[in-house]
């Protein structure tokens, strides 16, 4: 498998040269293969999500390299950033963060906006999408008005519209019950085998200690502990 | 004189792009002064930041001046009647020294703001955005020119003496008098056609060669070109097109074309104008720029649309200028 | 320009899904734009009304100056003036201000065998002796006679006159007419006790309008107490009013629309949680800064363009359906007769254009800072819950 992901003692520390700095980040370096799955551990405030943030091009470390396949995307000024987050990347929240007053339709072709598609084609995939995850009948439906497994279920779903070739997860299962637990875990068994590559970031045993997680990066102090693979 | 319902929102407007000019430019000096592509800092992503709030500010104020130079013609327009003599825009603009003037910042200020935003469009697409200093340094300089504007009106609305005799078009523009504009209107239209066709002629040809070719040296020439087609299509406006427009052997006017008696004709014609003007200039203009390796891919992909959307302006410019010319029964030779 | 179109669509939407925020916002701006609006085709109206009125006034009126004002001419200038080449007619005319004060108005008094204006929009007829008048709608609202009844009025001499009214002006138009009362000239001779040899002042009807200019000059110099008034110049007069009448209530409402615009910055920066959350996803999954801000410039356009739409139809409803009510009792200076006036609807796309640029402007700019601020918010925000 390829190198997909190279990271090189990346620092991120926060309100630099202030009386309240917060390093959160430091010497983190490790290598994501295209079509892994890893996850990040590590008590809340070791820094997982901080680390996905910057995986997943949120936002720009203070230091130390990120190599995605070729570009290094430390040093790229925030609209290309977006342009990557939108091209290359699909993510799924801890809070789903779906914008409850719009419909299941319209929260899932959100990504493909900035896009060049036109409408038309991007309802249509918005549905095939959804179709996929047995959500078709509620496409008109305003988020708000569904249950937990169901907003996950679009969140996931959004995540996957713009066919991404990396999946960011953070927390997915924290809102969960362990049945539907089990079931994104099923769907993103389902998405690795297409050939994703997924990273997430969790606390829970259920997910971390399945067989589908390939590597896991422990953290503690916004540093990498430990490194387990399978 | 101030209290006119168009010249307080002319004033209002250009206080407000004043305001918003200045707020560019300050912001535009913190990026000057501590820009650092290489840097990861907050500090440099802050000022990243901020880049997105002077375009917006100045897209916004292209905008105000585009429609503000409208507002300025149509109020001169409307003030004609105060003035004994003023028979149109022509007449309140000669009502003190200060109006041509004005009209004269506004345009300049048009192509400045325009080139502006097409540049930063094109740097804020590269990743290493080479333009900043330069832009910033340019906004820096073209927002004196908006203080001036405000203050030119003011000069110009505050200084109207409704007493006072202007002339109006009538006599600015006819043959007889001794100006640069009646030497115009008084050109002998045979020469003045030559020299129009010829120039339109050139103009088309490079332009041509341009979207075939990708010698630099075309680029430059176009942009000459274009500058020369610029000034002697305004001459020909009043010596020529403008009595065919109107049908009448000696109304030379250049504005009352914009007027409702002549359907507006004069909005298409002085729009096509000036984005053939303002595109064919565009390529020349680049030249210089495409050293930096990212901006060359830039400027190569958005050229072919620059040059096409020129001869668009062109073309619009063209038909309108000369359909009289073509099939209507008015003749100007023989006057 | 796909792009655009999209993001116009979902602006749209996303206006659309807070329309209670929205609605109040556009319900303060039409508002303010109906004020202004009011106050600009008002203006307008009543200059168009004045200056039309005025194109069936007299091309060159001639007065005697007596003292540096105004006196009664002599009727033999009218010889002299009939004799410079390019004068077609000459006639005297007879007309005086009364107070009344008993309505405490002022009103015209007009003798009629020399007014030779258009008083074709007369209910009744005109006098035809000395013991009958006409008058204007406002002076029959104001002493509330019909047709057949009768007008007292007291002459210099506190001696009472009674005329009987014989026709009453139709109120369709127009400032002219509202205050005026028309007599036989010798009983309004009589009424001002006016010397025969006397008019108020004369009337010349010329043959070459462009000579107007020429021939006042020709009248000064024949008659150096005379001074000539060219219909031009009584409309500049009119022009200069209004624009001052109506530039000084807009200056006025200009406050209003300030007021308004430190609202609107008020709401643009004060965004919900919500809302910041929302645009946080949005840049989240891959929307540019540039995207969101062009959601923020479609939503201010919409949001101005619509208020500008409901509020021009708020003040031409306001101003030619009910006649200004809002606005009339601060018009009311310039005649203390003022009429009951129906106003022709006469809006220009000047007046229009001029409004929109007051009032889209500032608002669009006092957006420009708060969208931006909501544009740059952090894509990271979001995974912070």
């Known amino acids: 498998m390829s190198q997909l992901i190279i990271v090189e003692r990346l620092h991120k520390i926060y309100h630099r040269h202030q009386p309240d700095e917060m390093t959160a980040l430091q010497d983190i370096s490790l290598q994501i293969l295209a079509g892994e799955v890893v996850a990040l551990t590590g008590p809340s405030g070791s820094g997982k999500t901080t680390l996905l943030s910057l995986l997943g091009c949120m936002s720009r470390p203070t230091s130390g390299s990120i190599q995605l396949r070729d570009s290094n995307v430390a040093k790229l000024p925030e609209r290309f950033l977006a342009k990557i987050r939108r091209e290359t990347f699909g993510f799924v929240f801890q809070q789903y963060n779906l914008v409850r007053d719009l419909s299941v339709l319209e929260n899932v072709m959100l990504p493909l906006y900035p896009s060049d598609q036109s409408l038309r084609e991007i309802k249509k995939a918005a549905t095939a999408v959804l179709d996929q995850f047995e959500l078709a009948g509620m496409l008109k439906k305003k988020v708000k008005q569904l249950s937990g497994g169901e907003q996950q279920r679009v969140a996931i779903a959004r995540a996957l519209v713009a066919d991404p070739e990396i999946i960011i997860a953070d927390e997915p299962t924290a809102h969960l019950d362990s049945e539907l637990a089990q079931d994104l875990l099923q769907i993103l068994a389902v998405l690795n085998a297409a050939g994703k590559t997924i990273v997430i970031a969790t606390h829970d045993p259920s997910i971390y200690q399945s067989s589908l997680v390939q590597r896991r990066f422990d953290l503690r102090h916004g540093r990498i502990v430990e490194e387990h693979s399978r | 004189m101030i209290l006119h319902p168009g010249i307080l929102a002319l004033l209002c407007g250009s206080l407000i792009t004043v305001l918003v000019m200045l707020l560019a430019s300050w912001l535009g000096v913190q990026i000057l002064l501590r820009w650092d592509m290489s840097s990861s800092s907050e500090e440099q992503l802050l000022l990243e930041r901020k880049t997105w709030l002077v375009s917006t500010l100045l897209n916004y104020a292209l905008g105000f001046?585009?429609?503000?130079?409208?507002?300025?013609?149509?109020?001169?327009?409307?003030?004609?009647?105060?003035?004994?003599?003023?028979?149109?825009?022509?007449?309140?603009?000669?009502?003190?020294?200060?109006?041509?003037?004005?009209?004269?910042?506004?345009?300049?200020?048009?192509?400045?703001?325009?080139?502006?935003?097409?540049?930063?469009?094109?740097?804020?697409?590269?990743?290493?955005?080479?333009?900043?200093?330069?832009?910033?340094?340019?906004?820096?300089?073209?927002?004196?020119?908006?203080?001036?504007?405000?203050?030119?009106?003011?000069?110009?609305?505050?200084?109207?003496?409704?007493?006072?005799?202007?002339?109006?078009?009538?006599?600015?523009?006819?043959?007889?008098?001794?100006?640069?504009?009646?030497?115009?209107?008084?050109?002998?239209?045979?020469?003045?056609?030559?020299?129009?066709?010829?120039?339109?002629?050139?103009?088309?040809?490079?332009?041509?060669?341009?979207?075939?070719?990708?010698?630099?040296?075309?680029?430059?020439?176009?942009?000459?070109?274009?500058?020369?087609?610029?000034?002697?299509?305004?001459?020909?406006?009043?010596?020529?097109i403008s009595p065919y427009i109107y049908q009448m052997p000696s109304h030379h006017c250049p504005f009352d074309m914009l007027q409702a008696n002549y359907s507006y004709i004069g909005y298409p014609l002085y729009v096509g104008l000036f984005v053939a003007t303002l595109y064919g200039m565009l390529p020349g203009l680049c030249q210089p720029l495409r050293k930096y390796a990212s901006l060359r891919r830039e400027i190569d992909s958005f050229e072919k649309r620059w040059l096409w959307v020129a001869m668009a302006g062109m073309l619009v410019f063209l038909t309108i200028s000369c359909w009289q010319m073509l099939f209507g029964s008015f003749k100007l030779f023989g006057y | 320009m796909l792009r655009q179109l999209k993001i116009l669509e979902f602006t749209l939407s996303s206006l659309l899904r807070r329309k209670y925020k929205n609605l109040s916002l556009i319900t303060v701006y039409a508002f303010t734009i109906a004020t202004l609006g009011s106050v600009l085709f008002l203006t307008h109206a009543l200059k168009m009304e004045a200056t039309g009125s005025l194109t069936t006034a007299p091309e060159l009126v001639v007065q005697r100056v007596a003292a540096g004002r105004h006196d009664l001419i002599p009727t033999a200038y009218t010889e002299v003036i009939s004799k410079l080449p390019g004068v077609a007619s000459v006639t005297p005319r007879v007309w005086g201000y009364y107070y009344d004060s008993l309505i405490k108005a002022n009103l015209t008094l007009v003798g009629i065998s020399s007014y030779q204006g258009d008083l074709e929009l007369l209910e009744g007829r005109l006098p035809d002796n000395a013991e009958e008048c006409a008058i204007g709608r406002g002076v029959a609202i104001a002493f509330g006679p019909a047709i057949g009844d009768d007008l007292v009025l007291e002459d210099s001499g506190k001696s009472r006159t009674v005329f009987k009214i014989t026709g009453i002006f139709r109120a369709e138009s127009n400032l002219l007419t509202n205050d005026l009362v028309v007599l036989q000239e010798a009983a309004l001779r009589d009424f001002f006790s006016m010397d025969q040899k006397l008019a108020t002042d004369l009337v010349v009807q010329v043959h070459n309008q462009r000579e107007i200019k020429t021939l006042a000059k020709k009248i000064k110099y024949n008659l150096p107490d005379t001074r000539p008034i060219t219909r031009d110049e009584i409309l500049h007069t009119y022009d200069t009013l209004f624009n001052w009448r109506s530039g000084m209530m807009l200056a006025v409402a200009v406050a209003a629309l300030i007021s308004f615009c430190i609202l609107a910055w008020d709401k643009a920066t004060g965004i919900s949680a919500e809302e910041k959350q929302e645009i946080g996803v949005l840049k989240a999954i891959g929307w540019e800064t540039s995207d969101v801000l062009a959601v923020k410039f479609w939503e201010g356009t919409v949001i101005s363009l619509t208020s500008f739409v409901l509020g021009i139809l708020a003040a031409w409803i306001h101003v030619f359906a009910f006649g200004a009510p809002a606005l009339v009792p601060l018009l009311k200076g310039w005649s203390v007769l003022f009429p009951e006036f129906q106003l022709t609807p006469a809006v220009d796309f000047y007046q229009v254009f001029v409004l929109g640029f007051l009032t889209i402007v500032p608002y669009l700019a006092c957006t420009v800072i708060p969208s931006w601020k909501t544009a740059v918010t952090e894509p990271e925000y979001v995974m912070r819950g």
Request: hydrophobic residues 60%; glycine residues 6%; charged residues 10%.
């Open chain 2, 65 to 240: 001046q585009i429609f503000s130079v409208v507002l300025f013609i149509f109020t001169a327009e409307d003030i004609h009647r105060l003035f004994v003599g003023a028979m149109c825009a022509t007449g309140s603009l000669n009502a003190n020294l200060v109006g041509w003037l004005v009209l004269l910042v506004k345009g300049i200020l048009l192509f400045a703001a325009a080139f502006w935003v097409v540049l930063n469009r094109l740097d804020q697409r590269t990743e290493d955005c080479p333009l900043v200093r330069p832009k910033y340094l340019a906004l820096v300089l073209i927002t004196p020119l908006v203080v001036l504007d405000l203050y030119l009106q003011w000069r110009y609305f505050s200084g109207l003496q409704p007493e006072v005799i202007t002339s109006c078009c009538g006599s600015l523009f006819s043959a007889g008098g001794d100006s640069v504009a009646s030497d115009l209107a008084g050109m002998p239209v045979r020469q003045a056609m030559l020299l129009f066709f010829s120039i339109i002629g050139s103009y088309l040809v490079v332009l041509s060669f341009c979207i075939v070719f990708k010698a630099s040296v075309l680029r430059h020439l176009l942009f000459i070109v274009s500058v020369l087609m610029f000034f002697v299509s305004i001459g020909a406006v009043i010596s020529f």
